[in-house]
């Protein structure tokens, strides 16, 4: 029988383990795994509910075109139909994003491991691979025994949110080199003082950091700007970069003006002044920003002071710098590329019978299901493909 090596227990090392067992009875498969248990990220993603994948995923989605011959591929039916044979059906919300139908990533996570133990695919974990080797047609993988494959899946995932991360260490002493891997769907660090004010609060509204604009749910901590806005901007912060917020979702600009004029004249403090939109923590600094005393009498506000307040609500900066922090990050962007690793295939230029998938290649995309997607469907295609070399070689 092959003997099949996947590096990696994570969302697309596990996919590929499965579709590989599936695929071909005649095959040994072993995970190794550095940590104590796998798919230990996964009970994290979607607030713990699985945001298992996207009905709008598209090769467009991902900002790598390395992505897109493996997306256009394995698109949104082709991994549907892949959960529903692990009896994991999903249900999509409104925006596209898609979840088990019980909404919890342990569930998910337990039918994952059910798959595996009714295919007698075999998992090791505690154990750090530290290279991989090709002498003929045989695979080397050391870590803590020396094991031997004939075809290995590299399925390494990143620093994001991992502890003592090694797989980096491994590609380059393996030979491989990468585009430089930065944290990606993280927090924006901000040294601006007021944000001790605003810790906690969340707010609908937009951020634009240059040309890029997005939508969505804005929370401050204080020493950060967080929520989905900012996680799809982060990858594109440089230190020194100013982000402009927009906390008017739902009103015109004239709308926004005669809302504030009418309140001046109903409320008998400047601190009532923008409770009809904002939360007061947030109009508390606005008002300071527009340079308005918050124990003021807003009847004695007159027009320029009124427009400088709106102004501050749809335009409301802050200073940021680029992100360092992998811990705090979802996903990463860069990692192997088309000069490393076939985008058709995801087997390795240098060696045949080397596979790569999920976070280590470079393909990363925004917040709500996407790049849950890319795991499975380049596991799926990792196994495919390392099937079809076993295949060839048997038939040789």
């Known amino acids: 029988m092959k003997q099949v090596i996947i590096i990696g227990g994570g969302a697309s090392g596990v996919a590929a383990a499965i579709r590989l067992a599936d695929l071909n009875r005649n095959i040994n498969i072993l995970i190794l795994e550095k940590n104590e248990r796998i798919l230990k990220k996964l009970l994290t993603t979607g607030g713990g509910k699985c945001n298992i994948t996207n009905t709008a995923v598209t090769p467009a989605v991902y900002d790598s075109r390395f992505a897109h011959p493996v997306t256009a591929k394995y698109d949104f039916e082709t991994v549907r139909a892949f959960l529903a044979l692990l009896s994991l059906p999903i249900k999509a919300d409104n925006k596209g994003r898609c979840y088990p139908l019980s909404e919890s990533a342990k569930n998910a996570v337990n039918l994952l491991l059910s798959a595996l133990e009714q295919r007698n695919i075999t998992v090791k974990t505690g154990v750090t691979v530290k290279n991989i080797q090709k002498k003929g047609d045989t695979f080397t993988v050391q870590a803590d025994s020396t094991y031997t494959a004939d075809a290995v899946i590299t399925a390494v995932g990143s620093a994001a949110s991992v502890k003592g991360y090694n797989g980096l260490d491994l590609l380059h002493n393996t030979g491989f080199k990468m585009n430089r891997p930065a944290p990606a769907l993280c927090p924006i660090p901000s040294d601006e003082a007021f944000l001790k004010e605003l810790k906690g609060v969340r707010v609908k509204g937009s951020i634009t950091l240059r040309d890029k604009t997005e939508s969505g749910e804005i929370q401050f901590n204080e020493s950060n700007v967080s929520g989905i806005c900012a996680f799809n901007l982060a990858k594109y912060v440089k230190n020194g970069d100013t982000l402009t917020l927009n906390f008017n979702t739902s009103l015109s600009a004239d709308e926004l003006y005669h809302g504030i004029q009418t309140a001046a004249e109903k409320v008998n403090e400047n601190t009532k002044l923008l409770d009809f939109l904002l939360v007061r923590k947030l109009a508390l600094v606005i008002l300071k920003r527009a340079g308005i005393k918050p124990s003021g009498n807003p009847k004695e506000l007159n ?94």
């Open 303 to 396: 027009e320029t002071q009124i427009q400088n307040i709106a102004n501050q609500i749809i335009r409301f900066t802050v200073r940021v710098h680029q992100p360092t922090d992998y811990r705090t990050a979802q996903t990463v962007c860069g990692g192997l590329n088309e000069k490393q690793v076939s985008p058709q295939t995801l087997e390795s230029l240098r060696h045949k019978g080397l596979y790569f998938c999920g976070e280590i290649l470079d393909a990363d995309a925004p917040c709500g299901g996407f790049n849950l997607h890319w795991a499975w469907a380049s596991g799926l295609c990792a196994a495919d493909n390392a099937n079809l070399f076993l295949t060839e070689k048997t038939i040789d």
